[in-house]
């Protein structure tokens, strides 16, 4: 295995590891089930997250329509020298086959409702959208000519809630941690790997998020608050 391959792997341990914890604190505060499969769970009680579920009942209806009818992938996704407008469809296909399409729609529905519980509903429209385009973008100029799938627009909200959490989050060993997941952003954008790309702008996202937030709530930057980390945002 290359240096290249090392480094890609590692990268890969070190947003899943650190982002597991990550989710399962978010899924389990408050909450009366302790243990993290179920406390996932419970991220789409009521009040159902609804643009969590619009972006998976979306995603749900694109794959089969991509298993009954597979030209829909050449259609949308990444082609060199493609159409500008092939950045925000690539999200929509999976071109890597049903595995990349089991495993994209499964973490989807595990961060998303998250993510809305963090954020908002259009907020997390606006991190995943602004997340998966410009890492589609950066790999129609030049990363990845071909290709399409949504794990980058996932990848913001992951690293949205990690720097979110970094600033604000109760857990004082688990908000250095969650500083792992940008960073391993930037490494693989250093390999020129677009998931970096997703990373790193949800990490910058997940700051501006907070930063409104706080002065909302008239939180001094860079405090500590469960109040403003782990409460349900309404919109």
Not at 35 to 41: M, Q, T
Not at 126 to 146: E, H, I, R, Y
Not at 166 to 184: D, E, M, N, T, Y
Request: with cysteine; glycine share 10%; hydrophobic share 50%.
């Amino acid at each position: 295995m290359d240096m290249h391959s090392v480094l890609l792997y590692g990268c890969a341990v070190v947003v899943i590891v650190p982002g597991i914890q990550l989710l399962a604190t978010l899924a389990t505060k408050d909450c009366e089930e302790k243990r993290p499969p179920l406390a996932l769970l419970r991220a789409w009680r009521q009040p159902v997250p609804r643009a969590a579920a619009g972006l998976v009942a979306t995603m749900v209806v694109l794959g089969a329509a991509q298993t009954a009818a597979p030209s829909m992938i050449d259609a949308l996704e990444r082609h060199p020298h493609g159409a500008w407008w092939r950045a925000v469809t690539a999200l929509m296909v999976q071109s890597s086959g049903w595995f990349q399409l089991v495993f994209n729609l499964a973490a989807l529905a595990v961060v998303a409702p998250l993510a809305e519980r963090q954020f908002g509903s259009w907020r997390t429209l606006l991190v995943f959208t602004t997340s998966g385009v410009t890492a589609q973008a950066v790999s129609m100029a030049d990363w990845s000519l071909q290709g399409g799938g949504d794990s980058v627009a996932i990848c913001g909200l992951v690293g949205a809630l990690a720097t979110s959490y970094a600033a604000r989050g109760s857990v004082v060993a688990l908000r250095r941690v969650a500083l792992l997941i940008p960073a391993a952003g930037l490494v693989l954008c250093l390999l020129t790997n677009n998931h970096g790309v997703g990373l790193l702008v949800g990490s910058a996202l997940g700051v501006a998020l907070v930063r409104e937030r706080g002065d909302k709530k008239g939180a001094p930057a860079g405090e500590s608050a469960d109040h403003v980390i782990g409460r349900p945002v309404a919109g």
